[in-house]
């Protein structure tokens, strides 16, 4: 490959057959900057396209919670960098892309997307090129997404609930749907997600280990292993003996997982409010509150990554340990 210096900015050229043709080019575009006849679109071409690297990649995606986001992720940057090659992906013409992005350009309905939104888009622009697949292909080896910088996202507020809270939260919630008391149970003392947690199998639990046997869990390139403690285990043994395939079936046809988009709107969303909870306490605060415990326990931030399968202990002591002062006394 070859790097030259334009206009305040780096190009990378590449790739070349040979050090000798490589060398060639690099005196004969000097050649041309010294004389003012050098136009680093014309060599572009040379590189490979874009779009090659998004074919070799997309084709390797295993998260089944996210593979619709990312074939969206995988058009839109196809048709941003249509019949142009990794040449073309210099910082100016990523701060470009973003700002089309943010007007929302190819989105539904032309709305304009959140900053969080962008940051997925460019985030997943970033792991396509840093696949190991296409990694070796890029100019010099280096990322050109590199450079981009994620915008600052406001999140919304994380709540962990006290023992009382959730005792509420159970009593309202036994009202709305009888035996849901089991599913807070699980949530609370095993940390799974909503996903993670409603379209589990039974063949999913190993009660010779106690344990859920989860795959294509996120953060995850092997099946995630959910430890199921014995405080939590008469709740699960309960779900097993349920009728169906599924840990929580369908109440009127337990071939089917539980509807839950529409429990959630409905019953979970009026438990929430009798049990006088912030509106905004989710059904992710339970795994918030899975985390705060373990932590208020004594655990390290490490066991605590490990046990609820998340990326790295400095997003448990981030995002986490904050929590654990609402129940200080």
């Given at each position: 490959g070859v790097r030259l210096s334009y206009h305040g900015r780096m190009l990378r050229f590449s790739p070349f057959p040979t050090k000798t043709q490589a060398r060639g080019f690099y005196e004969k575009a000097k050649t041309e900057q010294?004389?003012?006849r050098f136009f680093p679109e014309r060599y572009q071409q040379h590189g490979q396209p874009v779009q090659d690297f998004i074919d070799r990649y997309t084709p390797t995606i295993h998260h089944k919670i996210t593979a619709a986001d990312e074939a969206v992720f995988a058009i839109w940057w196809g048709q941003w960098y249509a019949n142009r090659s990794i040449q073309a992906m210099t910082a100016e013409d990523l701060e470009a892309a973003r700002l089309s992005?943010?007007?929302?350009?190819?989105?539904r309905y032309g709305r304009?997307?959140?900053?969080?939104?962008?940051?997925?888009y460019t985030q997943w622009l970033h792991q396509m090129l840093a696949h190991p697949v296409n990694v070796k292909h890029l100019p010099l080896g280096k990322n050109p997404a590199s450079s981009i910088q994620k915008y600052p996202e406001k999140r919304p507020p994380r709540h962990s609930a006290s023992p009382e809270q959730e005792q509420a939260l159970i009593a309202a919630l036994e009202q709305e749907t009888p035996g849901a008391r089991d599913w807070i149970t699980i949530a609370v003392l095993c940390g799974l997600r909503q996903a993670e947690q409603f379209n589990r199998k039974k063949a999913d639990v190993d009660t010779n280990i106690w344990a859920f046997i989860i795959p294509n869990a996120?953060?995850?390139?092997?099946?995630?292993?959910?430890?199921i403690p014995p405080s939590a285990r008469e709740a699960v043994k309960?779900?097993?003996?349920?009728p169906g395939p599924w840990l929580i079936p369908h109440p009127l046809n337990p071939t089917q997982p539980f509807p839950i988009s529409r429990w959630y709107k409905t019953g979970y969303r009026r438990a929430v409010r009798k049990a006088g909870l912030p509106n905004n306490f989710n059904w992710h605060s339970l795994r918030h509150t899975f985390a705060s415990r373990m932590l208020l326990s004594g655990a390290s931030t490490k066991t605590v990554a490990q046990a609820?399968?998340?990326?790295?202990?400095?997003m448990v002591a981030e995002v986490y340990g904050?929590?654990?002062?609402?129940?200080?006394?």
């Open positions: 010294r004389e003012g992005l943010k007007e929302g350009h190819g989105s304009p997307r959140t900053l969080a939104r962008v940051n997925r996120k953060h995850a390139d092997q099946p995630k292993i959910a430890y309960r779900q097993l003996q349920t609820g399968g998340w990326s790295s202990e400095r904050h929590l654990t002062n609402q129940h200080v006394i």
